[in-house]
């Protein structure tokens, strides 16, 4: 896809990327004008597979509290003509997930607690 100028070339990137076998987003946020197009996806795996399918080189990761819940907002982003695209992905998370975090690179296949 060349440009995203409209609405209907907006969605062919969606409906590009789930006749490529992507799952499809679970909500899909489309600003008026095309400038700013956010996926909402159920999973890290659809995540992963969203943000390569989309060339996405930025990252970013949120973590925070909603009312006694601990949450991970999991963020990529890539600009095409213009339109700024995010595939987001919520996830909520336990004290031992954010323990986790605190450990650096542990090998693969090793329980690091």
């Known amino acids: 896809m060349t440009e995203l100028a409209t609405r209907a ?5 969606i409906a590009n990327g789930v006749s490529a076998g992507l799952s499809a987003p ?3 946020y489309l600003a008026r004008g095309c400038r700013y197009l956010s996926l909402s996806v159920g999973d890290r795996g ?3 597979a969203w943000r390569t ?6 990252l970013s990761v949120r973590v925070y509290d909603s009312g006694g819940e601990i949450r991970r907002a999991s963020v990529a982003e890539v600009i095409l003509d213009g339109c700024r695209i995010s595939v987001e992905l919520v996830e909520e998370v ?3 997930d954010l323990e ?3 450990v650096v690179d542990p090998l693969p296949g090793t329980d690091e607690r």
Do not use: K, M, Y
């Not at 399918?53 to 930025?58: D, S």
């Open 53 to 58: 399918h989309l060339g996405c080189p930025e």
């Open 100 to 102: 986790r975090l605190l």
């Open 26 to 28: 679970w909500r899909v």
């Open 9 to 13: 070339q907006a969605f062919g990137l």
């Open 94 to 96: 336990s004290t031992d």
């Open 46 to 48: 659809e995540w992963d």
